[in-house]
T-cell receptor, first 117, second 113 residues
Framework: AQSVAQPEDQVNVAEGNPLTVKCTYS??????LFWYVQYPNRGLQFLLK??????LVKGSYGFEAEFNKSQTSFHLKKPSALVSDSALYFCAVRDMSRGSTLGRLYFGRGTQLTVWP | DTGVSQNPRHKITKRGQNVTFRCDPI?????LYWYRQTLGQGPEFLTY????????KSRLLSDRFSAERPKGSFSTLEIQRTEQGDSAMYLCASSSVHTDTQYFGPGTRLTVL
């Protein structure tokens, strides 16, 4: 069964410090992996994705994520956090195995990131 | 603005009433998705269209729910005989055949009293 786990409900970090938001996944075949950010009362905004190739993926607003197949992880990172990065972050996976559901994304429960000045 | 749009943004209704939401995808996108998000949870898949064809429906989509995309452009999601458990944010997303990235609209927040 396909699933995504975000083990931390909340991550707090000081502005200027590096941040990491963790994500692990479970799929039958090869995964497509995504990170989205959600601001209050807004829809989800795409940050970055991993399809294939380089395990380190760079995205919007200085975020990056590292795909680790052996650990089935796709952690989101940023070298220097900003107060404006405070939001709810979702990891999502799409199962690309034969016979998998068409385009459906499976989301984690989200991690609330708070960056304090 | 050329992003995904959804209307209305908020809907308050009484239990037992019918409601309909609209989604306008990014114009060149032929794939359209509906998700539901409840408080403290990530979005859960409801249904998927490619052009006008509804290719997949989740078990979450009970008989009271119906979605259409009549001309392969905008889509509607109707909930009949609403229940308090239907209260949620309903999100629409679209993507093209050339990219696997789903772009989301702002959502419609439904409150059933």
């Amino acid at each position: 069964a396909q699933s995504v786990a975000q083990p931390e409900d909340q991550v707090n970090v000081a502005e200027g410090n590096p941040l990491t938001v963790k994500c692990t996944y479970s799929v039958s075949g090869n995964p497509y992996l995504f990170w989205y950010v959600q601001y209050p009362n807004r829809g989800l905004q795409f940050l970055l994705k991993y399809i294939t190739g380089d395990n380190l993926v760079k995205g919007s607003y200085g975020f990056e994520a590292e795909f680790n197949k052996s650990q089935t992880s796709f952690h989101l990172k940023k070298p220097s956090a900003l107060v404006s990065d405070s939001a709810l972050y979702f990891c999502a996976v799409r199962d690309m195995s034969r016979g998998s559901t068409l385009g459906r994304l499976y989301f984690g429960r989200g991690t609330q990131l708070t960056v304090w000045p | 603005d050329t992003g995904v749009s959804q209307n209305p943004r908020h809907k308050i209704t009484k239990r037992g009433q019918n409601v309909t939401f609209r989604c306008d995808p990014i114009s060149e996108h032929n794939r359209l998705y509906w998700y539901r998000q409840t408080l403290g949870q990530g979005p859960e898949f409801l249904t998927y269209f490619q052009n006008e064809a509804q290719l997949e429906k989740s078990r979450l989509l009970s008989d009271r729910f119906s979605a259409e995309r009549p001309k392969g452009s905008f889509s509607t999601l109707e909930i009949q005989r609403t229940e308090q458990g239907d209260s949620a944010m309903y999100l629409c997303a679209s993507s093209s055949v050339h990219t696997d990235t789903q772009y989301f609209g702002p959502g419609t927040r439904l409150t059933v009293l």
